[in-house]
């Protein structure tokens, strides 16, 4: 008879030392540099234990109460709560919280609402917009007809005029609003209007700014969009998955089943759970006094950039969110973002807008204060690290410099303990 070795339900890391030492590495990472990245942020303990919890062992398919699994309790009262919650802080009636991601989200809404072949009309990635609205490499820029709209090129925001125009010329099914890239107020009530005169829905995706449309520091997508879809672990410091939701009842059973079984199978319940976590900690008061200070915080880092002589694109930013021109500076976004990872410093290499570089090699870094706001640091401290940047790029193959910068990266990290 074979059984269970006894240490199966007992041993966690130690039990395999190349993998456990690549996660402590991972947090040794994390502890000990500034996040900078605007797809990332750190969550709290209770995020942490859901998603490492036993519901990791639990198999559910389709929605709470009607599911084709047995043994389905307490996942029914998890995934339950997570809508209850995610309504509740959005102002909606409905939700999905099963979308393994923000481009799973996007997806399901596609497959749910359109027909194949149908005219999306979206912003282009190279002018702030997200690849699952229609970039030629994704499953959306295969099976729809993608027509793009970007920013002005003085101004490098949205061109309203430009929207209405293609969207009568071109007569979409869907308008998107919101990107990976756009740092600037969207203006939901003036797309609602040209979404109506061309007869689309109109969605929003507003990953990068959920968590500022919870607390009322952003424009809210409803009552304007038919449809929005979030990510949950952005602005939202919470469980890495999507959301979608919505209020018109007649839309349900097709976005629904657009995720499932549409785009996705089973439901990652651990993740739900996390999302679950992380909707009841953005209910908190404490949630909005911190998404006030992801704004004076990227107020400071951008203002801070400007007075080094580095240009902000689009002349700063709305949300946690900005696009930093290298284009003075004589160095290119990959080359920047190495240079700083060794000084301590994860930022992302990015385009801006009518950028002459390719995406490998651009000329722009997208940077974001949610993370950093999320550890404690303040005004002062983002004032900071925009002048360690700054020496970074002045100096970005100088070894001594950057061990320099390193050193007082570590310092302020220091002063600032993560788990």
């Known amino acids: 008879m074979t059984t269970v070795p006894d240490t199966y339900f007992t041993t966690g890391l130690d039990a395999d030392p190349e993998l456990g030492a690549a996660i402590r590495g991972e947090l040794e990472r994390q502890r000990d540099g500034i996040e900078l990245i605007a797809s990332e942020n750190i969550v709290s303990r209770l995020v942490l234990e859901t998603q490492g919890?036993?519901?990791?062992?639990?198999?559910?398919?389709?929605?709470?109460?009607?599911?084709?699994?047995?043994?389905?309790?307490?996942?029914?009262?998890?995934?339950?709560?997570?809508?209850?919650?995610?309504?509740?802080?959005?102002?909606?009636?409905?939700?999905?919280?099963?979308?393994?991601?923000?481009?799973?989200?996007?997806?399901?809404?596609?497959?749910?609402?359109?027909?194949?072949?149908?005219?999306?009309?979206?912003?282009?990635?190279?002018?702030?917009?997200?690849?699952?609205?229609?970039?030629?490499?994704?499953?959306?820029?295969?099976?729809?007809?993608?027509?793009?709209?970007?920013?002005?090129?003085?101004?490098?925001?949205?061109?309203?005029?430009?929207?209405?125009?293609?969207?009568?010329?071109?007569?979409?099914?869907?308008?998107?609003?919101?990107?990976?890239?756009?740092?600037?107020?969207?203006?939901?009530?003036?797309?609602?209007?040209?979404?109506?005169?061309?007869?689309?829905?109109?969605?929003?995706?507003?990953?990068?700014?959920?968590?500022?449309v919870a607390t009322g520091l952003y424009p809210n997508p409803f009552p304007h969009a038919d449809v929005v879809t979030t990510t949950t672990y952005k602005s939202l410091r919470g469980a890495r998955g999507g959301m979608v939701l919505w209020n018109d009842e007649r839309l349900s059973d097709r976005i629904n089943h657009g995720i499932f079984p549409g785009v996705q199978g089973s439901v990652l319940l651990h993740g739900v759970a996390g999302k679950a976590a992380c909707l009841g900690e953005a209910l908190q008061p404490s949630f909005r006094l911190y998404n006030e200070a992801v704004l004076a915080n990227a107020t400071a880092l951008a203002e801070s950039l400007a007075e080094t002589g580095l240009r902000l694109v689009a002349g700063g930013t709305d949300t946690g969110l900005m696009l930093v021109d290298l284009a003075e500076r004589g160095v290119t976004g990959d080359i920047a973002s190495k240079a700083l990872e060794k000084a301590g410093i994860a930022v992302n290499k990015n385009q801006i807008p009518f950028d002459p570089c390719p995406p490998e090699a651009p000329s722009g870094l997208r940077l974001s204060s949610n993370a950093g706001t999320a550890r404690g640091f303040d005004e002062t401290d983002f004032a900071m690290v925009a002048h360690w940047i700054d020496t970074v790029l002045r100096a970005s193959t100088d070894e001594t410099t950057l061990a320099g910068v390193r050193s007082e990266v570590l310092a302020l990290c220091r002063a600032h303990p993560i788990y």
């Open 53 to 212: 919890s036993v519901l990791t062992n639990k198999t559910v398919e389709g929605l709470p109460y009607a599911r084709y699994y047995g043994g389905a309790e307490f996942a029914d009262a998890i995934e339950t709560l997570a809508i209850e919650r995610a309504t509740t802080l959005f102002g909606c009636r409905y939700a999905n919280v099963q979308p393994h991601s923000g481009s799973n989200a996007n997806a399901g809404v596609f497959l749910g609402l359109l027909r194949l072949g149908d005219t999306i009309l979206s912003m282009n990635v190279a002018a702030g917009g997200h690849i699952s609205h229609g970039h030629p490499a994704t499953l959306t820029g295969r099976d729809y007809r993608i027509v793009s709209y970007g920013v002005g090129r003085t101004s490098e925001r949205i061109d309203l005029d430009e929207i209405r125009d293609l969207a009568l010329t071109n007569r979409p099914r869907m308008i998107i609003a919101g990107g990976s890239a756009y740092p600037r107020a969207i203006d939901f009530a003036a797309l609602r209007d040209i979404a109506d005169e061309a007869g689309a829905y109109l969605l929003v995706d507003m990953a990068h700014f959920a968590g500022l």
